[in-house]
């Protein structure tokens, strides 16, 4: 099965786990309901870490198609970070959602009632995703100046005949490798630090922004194709 086969299966899968994420009970209520929630929090995340080891399999192929990624649209390839989404993307969705919820039942929360969900994040999970985020943004700087070395070399040897072309390619299977290791890690952080519920509203957001901006993206490049036909 060629990557981009394997893409569109797996973003389907991804829609009915997000589905399921949607309809489960929350916050919930019974031992019963925390072991469904569980269970599909468990899967959603086993979902990313799959796409990824298969990911890394097929770009020791041929890592430059993860670079063009033509399963993509031009909207989402434009957001790319190393072959894929920016890992502190992660972090400003987590703001984001916690802000939009804190401000929609601000006043239930000032009267001490808790609603278990993103906008009722606690200190201390505010203070652990600070020291997550400020990890990756570091981690992501390293990676970058990884791959910006391998430009530099890459240059390099351009005009010797090719020589070392296939070490080249393997090293920067090697980056792409760590950027989607930092992917997956960054939201098995995120996951592990908020609660059963929490962490189901955040993949679920996650997912939704995926979801809109590939909508998004594909209905640009229809208009941009029906434009050149014309």
Known sequence: MSFQRFYESWFDELRGLVQQLRGAPVPPATEE???LLRQLVGRAVAHYAEYYRSKAA???????AFFAAPW???????LHWIGGWRPTTAFH???????????????????GHHTGDLGDLSPGQFRRVSELQIE?????????D?????????TDIVGIMYAGVDVKMEKLSVILEK???LRLKTIKNLVELLTLQQAAE????????????????IQQDRRRATASHK
Do not use: P
């Open 93 to 111: 969705l987590v703001y984001t959602e916690s802000s939009i919820l804190f401000e929609s039942h601000v006043v239930d929360i000032l009267r």
């Open 72 to 78: 993509t649209t031009t909207l989402e390839r434009s």
């Open 33 to 35: 309901q925390r072991a």
């Open 58 to 64: 097929a770009a020791r192929g041929d890592v430059l």
């Open 136 to 144: 990756t943004v570091q981690l992501e700087n390293d990676i970058t």
């Open 179 to 181: 950027a989607d290791e």
């Open 202 to 217: 955040f993949l679920v957001a996650a997912a939704d922004l995926q979801f809109g901006i590939r909508a998004w993206g």
């Open 146 to 154: 990884q791959l910006c070395d391998w430009q530099d070399e890459a």
